[in-house]
């Protein structure tokens, strides 16, 4: 418990201190927005770009470990959403944001430490995997769903609206360049790597102290109902379903399998409030689930730990 204690205080330090400071007005109005442009344009898109770079291309493409990652993460969304459709009435964007939410996971800021300090340096490489993962693929069929709800029309019109948003976001952009940089294998200059590392250093701490701006005036607890039903879905559906697949049914190498079903149940990631804020829908509600499941999770993550033997 300790070492899950050591990586989600700091989280919940650096959204006081973005709540804090809007509470005293020390960044203005618009503050939030401003610092959630700041991310979605500059730091994430260094952040996808140097990760993916960075990583060989048969060590992403491991099919057995992201099918067991990817395909809870499906079957999390689908239940998640068909339970919200029903339970939750909404928009398509919102329910797509809804499960999105309930399968989005922190696995950069809380994952890579969590995994070093079970398995040493050999645990970053599958919380690697899974970030570039969640940043490059899930993150980009977040924004196929939203441009498809958002940019009303028919037929082929639907399409072109949808790939011309998804083809100009900054996030599917810097991710593609990156998987290029990767598969060619070209060296990548010391000052660009640098200036990249700079600014994805900026990307998650900058996203926690919006959450936080934002929140100013807002109830953490509106919604309860559908609040515990997101943080079940995240923090104990998803990972049973991923040590189900890794496990049970995959029996893949004993490392990449814990890193599955760890990674699968760590709380909601700050990117999907980056996302929500950027299209004006769902912003309440995945912020507050961000913050209730990084609060649940140090029970639930131990309690894992424990069951799978982690030390």
């Keep these: 418990m300790s070492a899950v204690v050591q990586v989600v205080l700091p989280v919940f330090g650096i959204i006081l201190a973005g709540y804090l400071a809007g509470r005293r007005g020390l960044l203005g ?10 991310v979605y344009y500059v730091a994430l898109p260094a952040l996808f770009l140097i990760s993916m770079a960075r990583v060989e291309i048969d060590q992403i493409l491991n099919w057995p470990f992201l099918l067991a990652l990817g395909g809870a993460q499906l079957a999390t969304f689908l239940i998640s959403v ?8 909404a928009r398509f964007g919102t329910l797509s944001l809804h499960g999105m939410t309930a399968v989005f996971a922190n ?11 079970a398995f040493g340096d050999v645990g970053t490489l599958p919380a690697v995997v899974a970030t570039v993962w969640h940043g490059a693929v899930v993150m980009g069929l977040g924004i196929v769903m939203l441009e498809a709800d958002f940019n009303r029309g028919s037929g082929l019109a639907i399409v072109a609206h949808v ?29 660009f790597a640098t200036f ?25 607890t509106a919604g309860a109902s559908e609040l515990g039903w997101l943080v079940a879905m ?14 049970e049914v995959l029996a893949i190498d004993r490392l990449w399998a814990i890193s599955a079903v760890v990674l699968s149940a760590l ?27 990084t609060v649940a999770s140090v029970a639930t993550l131990s309690a894992l730990f424990a069951v799978l033997g982690v030390r």
């Design 29 to 38: 109005t618009g503050s939030s927005q401003a610092l959630n442009g700041f």
């Design 82 to 89: 068909l339970g919200a459709a029903v339970l939750f009435p």
């Design 107 to 117: 696995t950069g800021y809380m994952g890579i430490p969590l995994l070093q300090t």
């Design 163 to 191: 790939a011309k948003g998804v083809i100009s976001s900054p996030l599917v952009l810097s991710a593609a360049a990156g998987l290029a940089l990767s598969a060619l294998q070209l060296p990548i200059p010391a000052p």
């Design 196 to 220: 990249c590392d700079i600014l994805a250093a900026a990307a998650a701490p900058c996203a926690l102290f919006a959450m936080g701006l934002f929140m100013v005036g807002r109830s953490v």
């Design 234 to 247: 995240k923090l104990l559906i998803q990972p049973a379903i991923a040590y189900f697949i890794a496990i």
């Design 267 to 293: 709380p909601t990631g700050a990117l999907v409030f980056i996302l929500a804020q950027q299209y004006g829908v769902y912003t309440q509600r995945s912020t507050s689930a961000i913050l209730l499941s």
